[in-house]
Each structure stands twice: as C-alpha cells, then as structure tokens.
C-alpha cells in the first residue's frame, strides 16, 4: 500500500493542469505517518512513510525537459517521483522509471482511479490511499 496526503495530491493535479499540455516531472517525499495531524494518520502505523511533500519542479531544467529526470533534487531527499501524462495511458514509461515509487497522473486530472495512480519502478500498480492528514510544520531558519 502506498499513501499520499490529499493535499499533495491537490497540488500535484495542480501543477499537472498549469502544465498541459507540458509534462511535469517532479520528486516527491514522505514523511512517517506518527509525525501527521489530522484523522487519517490515526489508522496507519506511526513509522508508515506517507508521500506528504514535493519539490517545485525546474521548468529551465533542460535535462529534466529532454529526458524527464531532476537532477537538481538529491536522490535521498525524494522518496518517489510524480509525472503527468497529457497525452499518454495511465502507466509508467521508461522516462518514469527512476523511483521506487512513480505517481502518474493523465487528463482531466482528478484523483479518479483512472486518472491518478502509483506505481513501481517497474510499471506495477500500486494499491493507493489518499489521507486526509497534514505533515508537521517546518521551519526555513533551520
């Protein structure tokens, strides 16, 4: 089971929808259910990774615009990676492959099954739980 926050779903459908008919390729993060707000975390097991956060993707990134790789976001920090599909089936291809996990998202992008999905590196669907929790604040002063 993979588990994402309804919010970064929101935000990523979001980024998708600006982009078409452009792809987006963007990392995305986890963070252990324990250390969420909010009633769906309550049911997963605390040290659960649950996709919570993304990072902006570089639209001048001219490698990331040729092959859909970031390269400007260290491997560890991303966990997973999300891609939009405007033109294409809900499934990973071999631009996609360089996570353990890819969420794919194609038109009219919604958080509709067959419009948003999670799959391995290897192109498997994932089952898939979208939760209604939120990651903990962070601080930019570090």
Do not use: C
Request: net charge negative; hydrophobic share 40%.
């Amino acid at each position: 089971m993979v588990y994402i926050t309804r919010a970064l779903v929101d935000v990523l459908l979001d980024l998708a929808s600006d982009a078409d008919p452009d792809r987006v390729t963007t990392g995305v993060s986890v963070t252990p259910a324990g250390e969420l707000a909010g009633g769906g975390a309550g049911a997963i097991p605390p040290d659960t990774p649950v996709f919570t956060d993304f990072y902006l993707p570089d639209p001048g990134n001219a490698i990331n615009a040729v092959f859909g790789v970031d390269l400007s976001t260290p491997a560890r920090q991303a966990q997973g990676q999300f891609v939009s599909h405007p033109l294409r089936e809900l499934e990973v291809t071999k631009r996609d492959d360089l996570a353990q996990v890819v969420f794919v998202a194609v038109p009219p992008w919604s958080d509709d099954e067959d419009s948003f999905g999670a799959f391995d590196r290897s192109g498997n669907r994932k089952p898939l739980e979208i939760i209604d929790a939120e990651p903990p604040e962070q601080s930019l002063s570090g």
